[in-house]
């Protein structure tokens, strides 16, 4: 019987989450399975993988082969390393100490990294909202200085009415006074 660590979809239509699971490779996709590792949600950033570490690296050294996908997120959790460091200890190449020494120090650099991307995500999603924000507030500012010139520019429109005709009466005033000085002159 060949085993295979597969991801067996779950969730809704366009928003597909996934159980890491142990299945007979005869088995259908989300068919039967004989154990059920963790799970895996594509749908966060950075993708959320929760397994049992453990039984993964039990089912890796019993002989189950996982697909590429899972096994892209064994390597990227450390089982694959453990799996190799584990190797060489059968070998001899180095003692049990040493190669769980070596994996946490992996695992805790690994965590380290993880975390600054999480926190990197988060100060990049603040920046760009204080930077919509300015570019808001800039256009409407930039709206209701127009909105105000307008309205100035209306009440200027509505004004000169009255002042043009003051204006024209004291024209027609300062003609006057014009031609009888001419008159008082002649």
């Given amino acids: 019987m060949a085993v295979k660590i597969r991801l067996a979809r779950r969730g809704r239509k366009k928003a597909a989450t996934y ?6 490779a005869r088995a259908p ?7 059920k590792l963790g799970t895996y949600n594509p749908n966060t950033n950075p993708a959320t993988i929760t397994y049992d570490g453990d039984r993964a690296f ?8 996982p697909t ?9 959790r450390g089982v694959l390393l453990r799996r190799h460091l584990q190797l060489g200890v059968v070998k001899g190449a180095l003692t049990q100490e040493v190669a769980d020494q070596r994996y946490q120090d992996w695992l805790s650099e690994k965590d380290a990294k ?4 999480k926190t990197g995500l988060v100060d990049t999603k603040t920046e760009a909202r204080a930077a919509a924000l300015a570019a808001e507030t800039k256009v409407k500012d930039a ?7 307008k309205q100035a520019d209306a009440l200027a429109a509505a004004t000169p009415a009255p002042a ?3 204006e024209g009466e004291a024209t027609e005033g ?8 001419a008159e008082a002159a002649a």
């Avoid at 159980?19 to 007979?24: E, F, Q």
């Avoid at 996709?29 to 154990?35: A, L, P, Q, S």
């Fill in 174 to 181: 300062s003609t006057e006074t014009a031609e009888t000085s």
């Fill in 19 to 24: 159980d890491i699971v142990v299945a007979d």
């Fill in 114 to 117: 993880i975390e600054a991307k």
């Fill in 143 to 149: 709206r209701s200085a127009a909105l105000a010139k």
């Fill in 58 to 65: 039990y089912w890796v050294m019993t002989g189950a082969q």
């Fill in 68 to 76: 590429e996908t899972v096994r892209a997120m064994l390597a990227y």
């Fill in 29 to 35: 996709r989300d068919g039967r399975f004989i154990e």
């Fill in 164 to 166: 043009a005709a003051a």
